[in-house]
C-alpha cells in the first residue's frame, strides 16, 4: 500500500468510525466535497495536508491521531 491509498483508507475508517458520509465530513470540516473525493480516488495523487488538517478539526482529532495507525506503519517506499 501506498501513502496516498493509506491516507483514503484513514478517511473512510474514521468515517464509518463516527458514522459520517463524506458529504456530512466536507460539511463539518469546511473542504469542499470534490475535495474529499479526489484524496479518495485516483485524481488526487498527493493529499495537501492543509486539507487533511481541515478534516482533522472538522472530526475533532489532531494530526497524530489520523495518523496513528497501523495504516502508515508498512508503507511501501515512494522513491523509486
Known amino acids: 500500500m501506498n501513502t496516498k491509498e493509506a491516507v483514503a483508507k484513514r478517511i473512510l475508517q474514521l468515517c464509518d468510525q463516527r458514522k459520517l458520509s463524506v458529504n456530512a465530513l466536507a ?9 474529499i473525493y479526489s484524496m479518495l480516488n485516483e485524481k ?6 492543509v486539507s487533511l ?3 482533522c478539526d472538522g472530526l ?3 494530526l497524530r491521531e489520523f495518523f496513528d495507525s497501523d ?3 508498512a508503507l511501501e517506499q515512494e522513491i523509486q
Open 53 to 55: 488538517k481541515k478534516l
Open 60 to 62: 475533532d482529532i489532531t
Open 71 to 73: 495504516l502508515f506503519e
Open 27 to 35: 460539511t463539518v470540516s469546511g473542504v469542499p466535497p470534490s475535495t
Open 44 to 49: 488526487s495523487q498527493n493529499p495537501g495536508i
